[in-house]
Every structure is written in C-alpha cells, then in structure tokens.
C-alpha cells in the first residue's frame, strides 16, 4: 500500500494555466509538506501543514497556494502557471514537526512541465 | 542563513569499493542529520539518520560519520553495489524548524 500518494504523476500544461496536484497520505501523521525538486535535483521545502494549520510558507510565489481539507490530504493549487513553475513536486508526511528527529515520508513525486 | 554543503557533486566508484559523500553545515542549533536515498523516478526515503551527540552511526554497509566540532558530517558505503546507484542527499534540522537538505550527490557505482 502507498504510504504518500500524489496524482497525477506527469503533467504537462501551458504557460498561463491553471493546475492542481492532489496528495494524500495513510500513515496517520499529522504533518503535511511540499517541496519543489528542479532540475538541478535540489530540494526546497515549500509549505508544511501541521492539523490542517500552515506553519511554514517559504518564499513561494502567492500563484502557489496549498490546501488541506483534513489532516491526511494537502493539495497544491498552482494559478497562471509559468515556464519556471516546470519542476518535480514532492508531497511529503511526518509525525509531528516541533520536535526534531521525525522521519519525513515521501511520495513519488508529481513531474510538472510548463510550455 | 541556514545551509548545509554537500559534496561531490558526483561520484563514479567500482563495485565493491566504498563510497564517500561529505556535508558541512553552519548553524549550531541543527540537532538532527539523516541521510536521504532518491532513485530516479522516486521520492527521497530516509537511508541512516544520526544526533550530535554520537560520533558515529552504522546500520549495515552504510555509516554515518559526525565530527561536531568540525560541523561536518559524512556517508561512507562499504562494498558499494551497483543497486546502491542513487542520489544521496545530507540534510539537517534545527530543533523546531524545518528540514535543510544538501545539494545531493549523484552515486554511480560500476560492475
């Protein structure tokens, strides 16, 4: 069974769109990232969500906005997409976030091409 | 600003021969330092993970090397395989905040 999951895995759309990429995760955390991969394979942490209540926004362009319903999914909306946007985005969980230590789990990733 | 510096970049080694991956880090407050395996087209999965206050951490071929006062921290895989050709990210947290990964090191190990 999938422990973090992301849909769709490859998406390519054009400059201008607007697009959404769905994770949920079956591990019970209570903790939910997202972070960007680009193609030089480097890692940013871009939102976390800790109970459903942001609390950590990086730098991160507001056409980026980041959702949970509840504490198993986080969704990431991305509006008026840009060729820069084109990156590998990895949806992530953990238990707990105030505490050092908490193995972070991630799913497969969510390949994105803007042209 | 927060960093952790991760090097080589890549790394060719033989079968059989060990593998070096090095990171160096400036912030104090870090109190946690796993490492990350990525193969292509996966996520990153938690490989051996280590605190600051052991020197060292070994969990089959793979071991965790921390010199603290240097602030440096480093992977060595043993009997390296041709399966163990990945990505190797280092990475850190400070207590209470988020996790800081290195730069990743693309591991190719030959037959």
């Known amino acids: 069974d999938t422990a973090v999951s992301q849909t769709p895995k490859y998406l390519v759309t054009q400059m201008g769109n607007d697009k959404s990429i769905k994770c949920e995760q079956n591990l019970g955390h209570d903790t939910m990232y997202w972070y960007k991969q680009d193609s030089k394979k480097f890692l940013k942490i871009m939102f976390s969500?800790?109970?459903?209540?942001?609390?950590i926004n990086e730098t991160v362009p507001n056409r980026f906005s980041p959702k949970s319903p509840d504490k198993a999914h986080l969704n990431l909306h991305i509006n008026s997409l840009e060729l820069g946007d084109s990156a590998v985005y990895f949806c992530?969980?953990?238990?707990?976030?105030?505490?050092?230590?908490?193995?972070?789990?991630f799913g497969e990733g969510s390949w994105l091409t803007v042209v | 600003q927060q960093q952790v510096k991760q090097s080589p970049q890549s790394l060719i080694v033989q079968k059989g021969g060990i593998s070096i991956i090095n990171c160096a880090y400036e912030n104090t407050a870090f109190d946690y330092f796993p490492w990350y395996q990525q193969f292509p087209g996966k996520g990153p999965a938690l490989l051996i993970a280590i605190r600051p206050d052991v020197s060292e951490k070994k969990e089959g071929r793979f071991t965790i090397s921390f010199n603290k006062s240097a602030k440096q921290f480093s992977l060595h895989i043993m009997d390296s395989q041709p399966g163990d050709s990945a990505t190797y990210f280092c990475a850190a947290r400070p207590y209470t905040d988020k996790l800081i990964f290195g730069t990743g090191t693309r591991l190719q190990v030959f037959p």
């Open positions: 969500y800790n109970n459903k209540e942001l609390i």
């Open positions: 992530a969980s953990s238990q707990g976030v105030r505490s050092s230590g908490n193995t972070i789990y």
